[in-house]
C-alpha cells in the first residue's frame, strides 16, 4: 500500500494569497501546501481522498491518468472543487468512457448532486462530467474493487461531520475537530496514522496540534502525519522540531509506503 500526499494545506492552501509572513514568503517546497488531498494505491486500486480545487494539477504532478474511485470526506469546497475535473479521466480513452465513482455520506453525495448538477440532468449537455455517486452508510465498512474501507465519523463543527476512512493499516483523517470514543475505537491498530491540525492555537471546527497529538497518543499508531496545515504552524522546517518522535508534519508529495 502506498500513501501520497496531494496537498496539506487549509482551505486557504499555503502561501495563502497576499500574505507577507515568514511562512507565505519561504522557498522551502515543504511550506508550499496545495488544497488537502491523499491518494491511496492498493495494489492495481488507486484512490484519491478529496478533489479540491488543486485537484488538476494535483493530478498532472503525480502523473496519475487512472482512478477508481473518489472518495469525499464532507462537502466543503476545499475538498470538493475539483470534481468538474474527472472529465479528464472519463474521456482519457475516447471512444470508451470511464465512469469515475465518488463516495461520500448522505449530505455530501446530495451537496455534488446539487452543485454538479449538469453532470446528473435528462439531457446532458455533450462533455460533461460521467459520474455515478455511491452513498455509504459511515456506520458500516464498504467495499471498492474488492478492498473493505472503514468509515470513521468527525465532529467538524455542530453542523458537518467529515468522514474519516481506513484501509487495513492505514487511517486518514481530515477535518476533525473530534471524535468519539466509539469511533476511536474504530482505529485500534492502525500502524499509519493521518490526522488534521490547523495550527498550534485552538479553533472551533478543527483540531489544534495538541488535540491531534492527544488522539495520537490513545490511538498509537507506529507513525502519524498532520496534514491539513495553516501558515500559522510556522516554517516547517522549524515547527517539526516540536513535534515528538513518529509524528511529523506531513508534505506536498511526501509519500508513505506500508
Ligand atoms: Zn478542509
Ligand atoms: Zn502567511
Ligand atoms: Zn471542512
Not at 491540525?197 to 502519524?224: F, G, M, Q, T, Y
Request: proline fraction near 3%.
Amino acid at each position: 500500500m502506498k500513501l501520497t500526499f496531494l496537498g496539506t494545506g487549509t482551505s486557504q492552501g499555503v502561501p495563502v494569497i497576499g500574505c507577507q509572513c515568514e511562512v507565505c514568503r519561504s522557498n522551502d517546497r515543504r511550506d508550499k501546501r496545495l488544497r488537502t488531498s491523499a491518494m491511496v494505491e492498493i495494489g492495481e486500486s488507486r484512490f484519491v481522498i478529496d478533489a479540491g480545487p488543486d485537484f488538476r494539477y494535483q493530478m498532472l504532478r503525480e502523473g496519475v491518468n487512472r482512478l477508481d474511485a473518489i472518495l469525499l470526506t464532507h462537502m466543503h469546497k476545499d475538498h470538493t472543487a475539483g470534481i468538474d475535473d474527472v472529465r479528464a479521466f472519463n474521456f482519457v480513452d475516447y471512444p470508451t468512457i470511464h465512469t469515475m465513482h465518488i463516495y461520500g455520506n448522505e449530505a455530501t453525495i446530495k451537496r455534488i448532486e446539487m452543485e454538479y448538477d449538469y453532470a446528473f440532468a435528462q439531457n446532458k449537455y455533450r462533455g460533461v462530467p460521467v459520474i455515478e455517486l455511491h452513498t455509504i452508510n459511515e456506520a458500516h465498512p464498504f467495499e471498492v474493487n474488492g478492498i473493505s474501507i472503514v468509515p470513521i465519523i468527525g465532529e467538524h463543527s455542530e453542523r458537518f461531520r467529515s468522514v474519516g476512512y481506513r484501509f487495513g493499516d492505514l487511517a486518514y483523517l481530515t477535518d476533525f475537530s473530534a471524535i468519539a470514543a466509539e469511533e476511536e475505537a474504530k482505529l485500534e491498530g492502525v500502524k499509519v496514522l493521518v490526522i488534521n491540525s490547523l495550527r498550534w492555537e485552538k479553533h472551533d471546527s478543527h483540531l489544534s496540534v495538541e488535540e491531534a497529538l492527544e488522539i495520537i497518543n490513545r490511538v498509537k499508531p507506529e507513525r502519524a502525519y498532520l496534514t491539513h496545515m495553516s501558515h500559522g504552524i510556522g516554517l516547517h522546517a522549524e515547527a517539526e522540531k516540536r513535534l515528538p518522535k513518529g509524528v511529523q508534519f506531513a508534505y506536498d508529495g511526501l509519500q508513505v509506503e506500508l
